[in-house]
T-cell receptor, first 113, second 117 residues
């Protein structure tokens, strides 16, 4: 039972353009959503999060959009840089759920010059 | 370095052997988590501690797996009688109990990669 799904295993984008990574979830009880970035041989690192009471959160080049009715969120990276090349994981948690995160399978982003 | 540290980074063992991984969380963090990640998948929750109490164990955590956090600081994850299907990256993470708003952020270590031959 995959509660968090990232249906695109990979994405290739040209440097300077926008990267859009998508994530779908099935459990309407989730109330926090997070994006993590992972480089090879390193642990995942937190990128940005959004509460279910919001529909947008922005941090520099990174913006997360949440569409609760569609149970869909997306991460926009503008402009994309070669250093953004990594695996991006979408994750979700429940309020009062002691930060237990449920992850998607990840999307590998390649930003090429 | 005040991040989450895990040891060893890589362990190769033969099927049937026991292995133990250690995690040292960020010192002021009272929540500690173990996750497992296999190739092409996201991290899967295994178990969670608040201080020394183990509050939840996933169904993924068979009887061969045991985790402890005896003094509410470092934690160990032991796998007995390893099987080839146990080959994975074992990730440890920690966090604080924060008052609202809580971003839900976990701080991950670099992981311990297990290869069972």
């Amino acid at each position: 039972d995959q509660q968090v799904k990232q249906n695109s295993p990979s994405l290739s984008v040209q440097e300077g353009r926008i990267s859009i990574l998508n994530c779908d979830y099935t459990n309407s009880m989730f109330d926090y959503f997070l994006w993590y970035k992972k480089y090879p041989a390193e642990g995942p690192t937190f990128l940005i999060s959004i509460s279910s009471i919001k529909d947008k959160n922005e941090d520099g080049r990174f913006t997360v959009f949440l569409n609760k009715s569609a149970k869909h969120l997306s991460l926009h990276i503008v402009p994309s840089q070669p250093g953004d090349s990594a695996v991006y994981f979408c994750a979700a948690s429940f309020s009062g759920g002691y930060n237990k995160l449920i992850f998607g399978a990840g999307t590998r982003l390649a930003v090429h010059p | 370095d005040t991040g989450v540290s895990q040891d060893p980074r890589h362990k190769i063992t033969k099927r049937g052997q026991n292995v133990t991984f250690r995690c040292d969380p960020i010192s002021e963090h009272n929540r500690l988590y173990w996750y497992r990640q296999t190739l092409g998948q996201g991290p899967e929750f295994l178990t969670y501690f608040q201080n020394e109490a183990q509050l939840e164990k996933s169904r993924l955590l068979s009887d061969r797996f045991s985790a402890e956090r005896p003094k509410g600081s470092f934690s160990t994850l032991e796998i007995q009688r390893t099987e080839q299907g146990d080959s994975a990256m074992y990730l440890c993470a920690s966090s604080l109990v924060l008052p609202s708003p809580n971003t839900g952020e976990l701080f991950f270590g670099e992981g311990s990669r297990l290869t069972v031959l």
